[in-house]
């Protein structure tokens, strides 16, 4: 089977197209990023020390373990954050892996001024 | 006293809900933190705008319960500083440190009613970490707020009146569940537990619960010995492995587990805040010393509902305005006191009564310390991180750790980004067990701030 959470209820909402590491994904309003994910799949990202695939664990942020990345390299725990129409996320974390801090701006404006 | 005095509630469930609304009678505008995008917390979580299912479908027996306290919480929207999607990340003397997307805040303030609520508690399971294993609060909330079931073939694992519930409530939506399997060790009915004679209703609602699992045809075993939550790396969870308490080892082939053992309260902010800690011998677990209304150890600090104390949502809401009214009655609020004067005697009966319950569940469905003791040496304790239970035996063998600060250090567990809420009481247990001194004596994983990841740049820079 290729998704995780069965639907039971609720599926007369408007659908809100989604993007999940480049490929179009049908989530329903009202979804958050993880019942977009295991509705459409089995995983919401892989653990870094190598034991597989991880598919959040306790849906209230508490656990950290549904972390996934919008395309400028955000972090969004997919649990608690809703779908919102043309989003785009990545569930692995993005090349570059720190986002740009605001003192991290600054230094290499101030790099590019010398 | 002359100025209207500055009051914080933390959390928007059934204790928080009820702390406001106190606050709000006695004519105080308090601030409300909440990290949901809704009021209700988890127990009465609303689900999202444009779900259509009715109350008595999502909240069960708990329906008018769950009405009333939306609606006060609705009616109260106007006289409160609600800040819901807020995360209190620390507290130091007098301010609560929040922040809100990108944006951070400081909150100061004359009392506080911190109530933070709970987690599941859990027991780690060989093979835990695999996907499609969640905690039971996990899988209420996958049905209640988004409509979905985790799995097609969900079996229940742990102790407690959760994982009955959960199950039944499974059953009743129409989603697979293989089986209820509980660790407690005998089918005792609920009822016929003293404790539980303090609430009779809650007693009956338990059998009643039974009843629809065994009508679905669900198996029930209890006083069974987890073994393994089977299945591979890349499809996770294909079978729960249990020994009943024959010795007959069972398997249940499914695609989701859902496991948890009682509550686990989130003492984060009331630690970083300095409170005292009692010990609990009978959950065997830390928790804040507060008294009859719920004042902590530290002046100004008062603590209400599971995050204090795991009473569940009828307690929370006695908990939470008992608390609320203590507090103003402190500051001298005429009010405030005039209303906690009134108020206080039946609440703090209300209160006993449940702490009888709360008593009478525990040893209905002990936290079943024993197992963790004796995890396998490969088993996953530190899900976040992947660190096994041999590891952390190893910071008490080899590095001589006797206490769980020290074998955090040495083996990283409860260092990881669930910052020890779900392996720390069973790592205690592994450390107690290993060292060979009594689980008190190990002690508790101090918190630290903030109290759950931010981002980097949730700071404000001075251009």
Redesign the interface.
Known sequence: MDSRFVRLAERDRATVEVRIDGAPVQALAGDTLLVALLTCGRRVRDSEFGDGPRAGFCLMGACQDCWVWTERGERLRACSTPVLMGMSVLTQPPESQWPETPDLRMLRAAEQTE | MSLAPRMVVVGAGPAGVRAAQALVEAGVRPVLVD?G?RDGG?IYRR???????SYARLYGSEADKAARLHRDFDALRGRIDYRGNTLAWNITSNELHVVHGQHTATVPFDAIVICAGA??RLLPVPGW???????L??AQ???K????????RTVFLGSGPLLYLAAKQYVE????VVAVLDTAPSARSWAAISGLLARPRLALRGLAMLRTLRRAGVPLLTGVHPLAIDG?????VSAVRVRDARGIEHRFDA??VAIGWHLRA?TQLADLARCEFVFEPQSRQWLPRIDADGRSSVKGVYLAGDGARILGADGAEAAGRLAALAALADLGHSTGAALYEKAAAESRRTLQRMDRFRSGVISAFPWPHEHAAALPDDT?VC????ITAGELRRSVGELGSREVNRAKAFSRVGMG??QG??CGHAGAEIVAAAAGVPIESVGRLRSQAPV??L???ARE?Q?
Request: one cysteine or more; charged letters at 25%; a negative charge.
């Open positions: 990290e995008q988890q689900q999202p705008e444009g779900f259509t299912r987690v599941d970490q695999r996907a499609g294993c969640y905690s609060g996990a909330i996958a049905l707020a988004q409509a979905c079931a985790i799995g097609a939506a129409g989603a697979g591979d790396s890349e499809e996770g695609d989701a989130e996953v899900r976040c991180e992947t980004r669930c809420r779900f759950k990841p981002v980097m740049n820079v251009a």
